[in-house]
């Protein structure tokens, strides 16, 4: 059976580890073509490569989100290898992999509040930015952002992270508005608590299972439950959908 996405071409931000590596996999495995476009460029090889060795096409590139001139690269690798943009999947992130201090509001250094809006606001911006040309040649695009369910319930720390992830809600809103004439789609999804560290200590598993306590499924959230948003907001599915934020958290934030 052909994938959902065969002759697609879609690029993950920060998708060398956690929840964007799982994209990466379920993307390609729909039958699209992947770019991983990724700040740790050993880990954005090594996912290409794994999906190359499963018979995927795909390419790892080196990509700071926060800067224009490293996105615009991303956009223009991907069209030289393969042709076209179809789906972005603004994933990236100051989280886990790039830290944060999980301060409260009054101990947080503005030079980490200035870091997380950088990558995960103006990077969402700025890669937006870079393929949208791209897609608007097309008639056809899907972007996808990366908010979370803090954004929609609070948090009692971490207001930077929190307000950045906020922000990508009206990003999304006014972005898919903008767009619109162009027939491409801009949605959000806003995952709750998962456990997507790669070697978890102890503490991270615990926080990870108390979440599992504020949800109507009870269980841990893991990369996985995630991908099926994914597929559906990058297929041709959702082609009539934008302009919306879809919680994927077991029911924790019923919006
Ligand atoms: N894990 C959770 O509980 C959770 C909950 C809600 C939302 N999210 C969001 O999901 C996304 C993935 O999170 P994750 O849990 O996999 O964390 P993660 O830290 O492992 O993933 C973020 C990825 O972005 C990359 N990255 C960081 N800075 C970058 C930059 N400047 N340019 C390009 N890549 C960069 C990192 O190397 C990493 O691969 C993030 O947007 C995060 O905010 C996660």
């Not at 060398?16 to 073509?33: F, K, M, T, V, W």
């Not at 690798?77 to 100051?94: H, M, P, Q, S, Y």
């Not at 886990?96 to 509001?105: C, D, I, K, L, N």
């Not at 950088?118 to 890669?127: I, Y």
Request: aromatic content about 4%; hydrophobic content about 45%; proline content about 3%.
């Amino acid at each position: 059976m052909a994938g959902r996405l065969e002759g697609r071409v879609a690029i993950i931000t920060g998708g060398g580890h956690g929840i964007g590596r799982a994209y990466a996999l379920r993307l390609a495995h729909e039958g699209a073509s992947v770019v991983v476009a990724e700040i740790d460029e050993r880990a954005a090889l090594a996912v290409a490569q794994e999906l190359q060795s499963a018979g995927h096409q795909a390419i790892g590139l080196r990509t700071d989100v926060s800067d224009k001139n490293s996105v615009e690269r991303m956009a223009q690798a991907a069209l030289a290898r393969f042709g076209r943009i179809d789906v972005l999947v603004n994933n990236a992130a100051i989280f886990a992999t790039v830290p944060m201090s999980r301060a409260p509001f009054d101990e947080i250094t503005v030079d980490e509040w200035d870091r997380m809006m950088g990558v995960n606001l103006k990077g969402t911006w700025l890669a937006s930015c870079a393929v949208i040309p791209v897609m608007r040649s097309q008639g056809y695009g899907k972007i996808i952002n990366i908010s979370s369910g803090t954004a929609l319930k609070g948090s009692p720390s971490r207001i930077h992270y929190v307000s950045s992830k906020a922000a990508i809600l009206g990003f999304t809103k006014t972005l898919a508005n903008e767009v619109g004439r162009d027939n491409i789609c801009v949605n959000c999804v806003a995952p709750g608590s998962t456990l997507s560290e790669e070697n978890p200590d102890d503490g991270i598993v615990k926080m990870r299972t108390a979440a599992t306590a504020t949800r109507a499924l009870k269980r841990v959230q893991t990369p996985e439950d995630l991908t099926g948003a994914i597929v559906f907001f990058a297929s041709a599915d959702s082609d009539f959908i934008t302009g919306q934020t879809l919680v994927v958290d077991g029911g924790s934030c019923l919006h």
